[in-house]
C-alpha cells in the first residue's frame, strides 16, 4: 500500500467520523457531557477519599445493624464485618459511591431542565445506596451458608446487577420525571 492510498484511506475515514458527528450531535454531546463529569467526579473523589471514609463505617454500622435484625449475627469493629465464616472489610467500592458518580453524570449530561436533574440525582442516591445494603446484606447471607459461591457472587452477580440496575434508574427516571 502506497503513501498516497493510505492518505486517501485516512481521509475517507475522517470524512465518515464527521458525517457521523454532525448527525449525531446530541449524543455526541451527551457522550462528552457524561465521560468528561464522570471523569471529574473520579478525579475530586480520588483526591478527598481519606475524608470519605466515614461513608466506609456508615456503610459497615447500617450493614451490620440490619444484618443482626434480620439473624444473620454480625459483629462490626469499624469497617470489618465479622461473620462466622469469614470477614468482610468495607472498602470505598463497597459505598455505592462509584455507582452515585455514573448515575449522577448520566443525569447531568442528559438535556433536560436543572430541575429535573436534581429531582433525578435526589431519586438515585439513595436508591444506590438501598440497593448496595441489600447487596451486601446478601452477600453476608452467601458468606454464612453458601461460601463456595461467594466469589462468584460478588464478583460478577452483583457488578452486573449494579450496571444493569444504573441503566434502568437513568431510564425509569427520564420516563417518570423527564418526559411527563
Known amino acids: 500500500m502506497n503513501v498516497m492510498t493510505m492518505l486517501d484511506k485516512i ?18 454531546k451527551f457522550l462528552t457531557i457524561f465521560i468528561s463529569l464522570s471523569l471529574l467526579f473520579f478525579l475530586i473523589y480520588y483526591l478527598i477519599q481519606n475524608s470519605l471514609n466515614f461513608m466506609l463505617i456508615s456503610t459497615a454500622s ?49 438535556p ?32 454464612k451458608y453458601h461460601m463456595d459461591l461467594f466469589e462468584v457472587v460478588h464478583s460478577y452477580l452483583w457488578q452486573g446487577t449494579f450496571i444493569i440496575f444504573i441503566i434502568l434508574a437513568w431510564f425509569l427516571w427520564i420516563e417518570l420525571v423527564v418526559n411527563r
Open 62 to 110: 447500617v450493614t451490620g445493624f440490619i444484618s443482626n435484625i434480620i439473624g444473620l449475627e454480625v459483629y462490626v469493629d469499624g469497617v470489618i464485618i465479622s461473620l462466622q465464616t469469614m470477614n468482610l472489610e468495607i472498602i470505598h467500592e463497597c459505598t455505592g459511591i462509584f455507582a452515585i458518580m455514573i448515575s449522577s453524570s448520566s443525569i447531568i449530561a442528559y
Open 11 to 28: 481521509s475517507e475515514i475522517k470524512k465518515k467520523i464527521l458525517y457521523v458527528i454532525s448527525n449525531n450531535k446530541e449524543a455526541v
Open 112 to 143: 433536560t431542565k436543572l430541575k429535573n436533574k436534581v429531582i433525578g440525582i435526589l431519586f438515585v442516591i439513595p436508591l444506590i445506596l438501598s440497593l448496595n445494603i441489600i447487596r451486601l446484606l446478601f452477600l453476608i447471607y452467601i458468606g
